[in-house]
């Protein structure tokens, strides 16, 4: 166990190429985010101030939403949005197999079903296999854009065309893709995206938002983040706590002026990174240098994928498995397939 311990301490000593590495952008915005931060200290609303609305703003234009409303996480945002639409017990909602699991927990937290699709090999629903999920009961879709990619959903669209059932996108990977000018979460009735600290804009702590142009949406979700408050100061609808601190929109909106200059160099990076491996025996993602693809994860195929994760870890190169197991696969989805997992999510929510 020590032995293991001293290995990966020298292999973390010698990591040229952390998987993560936000240190680096803070080094480099310090100035202005220093500056920000300390304007949204000084007028004292530390929660939901003068910054949290420039933001909702700006990311609303950014999108091409009329509505953005700043939350705590995009787990949050995706919760709200299922509520907000009055999706609960008895009700099913497609989601794809493949995400990281808050993509369908929202699902599960209202009470509600989730139907799991199947993905295509760029990690994505697939578009075929939904059109055989959809019932009476399918009351959303929850369209994840993984890996940064914004596939071509217009085949959903269609599904769902004449049917009562919502598209919620979730971008919580994709912030800033666009194909033939439309921005991934423009499309949905709702779409979610993140600003956790891994993400495309990445908040010194947790954030989320929720995009939508339907008003009597909007309020549902303004009030679902603060306990259900109305403007006469009553609350008349359960709600949680989950508020954007002004500090976090402060510097959100320092890195949001980097968007597209950033978005651009992972494109750059990631067509070298292409035609350099190319001709190897793994599969790489495609290249898309109109910002379809805006590569918040580079992810390689890999029938070896072991030997090469150890092959990079000792090069300095750190990598991750994304995901190391499909949704289903998890005890959180296998349990909630009993009817006791919905009475105990049912005592919370
Ligand atoms: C696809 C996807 N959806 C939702 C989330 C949840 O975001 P947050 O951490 O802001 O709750 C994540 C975060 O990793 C994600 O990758």
Not at 51 to 58: F, P, R, Y
Not at 95 to 103: G, I, M, N, R
């Amino acid at each position: 166990m020590v032995k293991l311990n001293t290995a990966e301490n020298s292999l973390k000593k010698n990591l040229k190429v952390p998987f993560f590495f936000a240190k680096r952008e803070h080094k480099v915005l310090k100035k202005e985010l220093v500056q920000s931060i300390s304007k949204s200290f000084l007028h004292g609303q530390t929660l939901q101030g003068p910054e949290v609305n420039i933001l909702e703003n700006k990311m609303a234009k950014f999108i091409g939403k009329k509505y953005a409303i700043a939350v705590g996480s995009c787990t949050d945002a995706l919760f709200f949005s299922l509520k907000a639409l009055g999706i609960g017990k008895g009700d099913e909602v497609i989601v794809t197999s493949y995400s990281y699991l808050a993509s369908a927990t929202c699902i599960l937290r209202c009470g509600a079903k989730p139907v799991f699709v199947d993905v295509d090999l760029n990690g994505n629903m697939n578009l075929k296999e939904i059109k055989t999920k959809v019932r009476k009961k399918t009351k959303a879709i929850i369209y994840v854009h993984l890996y940064g990619y914004f596939q071509n959903i217009d085949a959903l669209k269609k599904i769902i065309k004449n049917k009562k059932i919502f598209l919620i996108e979730d971008f919580a990977q994709s912030f800033g893709a666009s194909r033939k000018k439309i921005r991934a979460g423009s499309i949905g009735k709702i779409s979610c995206t993140s600003f956790d600290p891994t993400k495309v804009i990445s908040a010194p702590g947790s954030g989320g938002m929720a995009f939508t142009d339907d008003k009597e949406l909007r309020d549902k979700i303004i009030k679902l983040r603060y306990h259900g408050k109305s403007n006469n100061g009553d609350h008349d609808y359960l709600g949680m706590n989950s508020q954007l601190s002004s500090m976090v929109a402060a510097s959100l909106l320092v890195k949001m002026k980097k968007v597209r200059v950033n978005q651009i160099k992972r494109i750059l990076i990631a067509k070298k990174y292409i035609n350099g491996l190319r001709g190897l025996d793994i599969e790489l993602p495609p290249l898309y240098t109109n910002g379809q693809h805006i590569y918040h994860k580079f992810v390689i195929r890999a029938k070896r994928r072991n030997a090469l994760s150890n092959y990079l870890k000792h090069k300095g190169i750190e990598c991750l498995i994304h995901y190391k197991k499909s949704l289903p696969e998890l005890t959180i989805f296998k349990k909630s397939r009993s009817a006791a997992c919905f009475k105990r999510y049912k005592k919370f929510f």
